[in-house]
């Protein structure tokens, strides 16, 4: 078993909570009402923040300005994200579905247990959640390696079977895969910054157990649901819009050549 235990309630202050509650509520509820139109424009902007992100690293290695790196990095990853938004809402649903396959997985083995990383713990500090996630990251990391040793085979059967089915599908339905992925995104932003606002208010409603999570992962699950058949009835009655508008357009043109052939006649 891997026994992390779940992190603390994140130490930030009112402003900062205030904006990371309001942010997430209107950015997951407009990913839950129209993520297949906004998946492109969306792409888009993570592809800015990354480049903004980088621009120091990347400013060092091609020997320019800071804002030349960024301007130029942020305009080339807008256009990966927009161009590519099929194949990248593809690969984030395998890597969801195979991360939690692989976590699943070493969470029944008893060698991963033996990792040589520091087992992640959770103490208060500047960023306890980053750290966290960090300690997380490595744990893990150091127990598919221990897993891997012994059964490669089971590994790459769970990554295969839990991560390559999902990226086949959605990239086979490539709508489906979209707005799934909108619709989860929407969904965690949606009840991450309301857990933020509440807890902000009264900090022992924090998840202490991770069974506490519960109640969360269950709104997650119906605004999921929700946020699926929402924009699915959106999509199947645009189409049926463009179906009258092009049947429409075609009962007009036999209108046309009947008016002319009356014409030809009276000559």
């Not at 906004?38 to 320019?64: D, W, Y």
């Not at 997380?136 to 490669?152: I, V």
């Not at 179906?243 to 007009?252: M, T």
Request: proline share 5%; net charge positive.
């Amino acid at each position: 078993m891997l026994n992390i235990s779940p992190p603390l309630s994140p130490q930030l202050n009112a402003l900062t909570v205030c904006a990371l509650s309001a942010g997430g509520v209107a950015l997951g509820a407009a990913m839950l009402l129209w993520g297949r139109i906004l998946s492109r424009p969306f792409l888009a902007l993570v592809g800015v923040a990354t480049a903004i992100a980088f621009a120091g690293s990347l400013s060092q290695q091609f020997s320019v300005t800071p804002l030349v790196a960024a301007t130029v990095a942020a305009v080339a990853f807008a256009a990966v994200g927009a161009v590519t938004a099929r194949i990248l809402w593809a690969l984030a649903a395998g890597a969801v579905f195979g991360a939690a396959a692989i976590l699943a997985m070493l969470a029944h083995m008893t060698a991963p247990a033996a990792a040589t990383a520091a087992q992640p713990t959770s103490a208060p500090g500047h960023a306890p959640f980053v750290a966290w996630l960090a300690d997380c990251w490595n744990y893990c990391g150091a127990a598919l390696g221990e897993a891997w040793k012994d059964r490669s085979a089971t590994v790459l059967w769970t990554l295969c079977l839990g991560g390559g089915g999902p990226l086949t599908v959605a990239l086979l339905l490539p709508r489906l895969g979209k707005i799934f992925m909108t619709s989860l995104l929407g969904a965690v932003c949606v009840v991450g910054g309301v857990l933020l606002a509440v807890v902000k208010i009264q900090e022992s409603l924090w998840p202490a157990t991770w069974w506490g999570y519960a109640l969360p992962l269950t709104a997650i699950a119906v605004l999921l649901m929700f946020g699926i058949v929402y924009q699915f009835c959106g999509a199947i009655l645009e189409e049926r819009a463009k179906q009258d508008k092009k049947a429409k357009g075609g009962e007009k043109k036999p209108e046309k050549k009947s008016s002319d052939n009356a014409a030809e006649k009276k000559k």
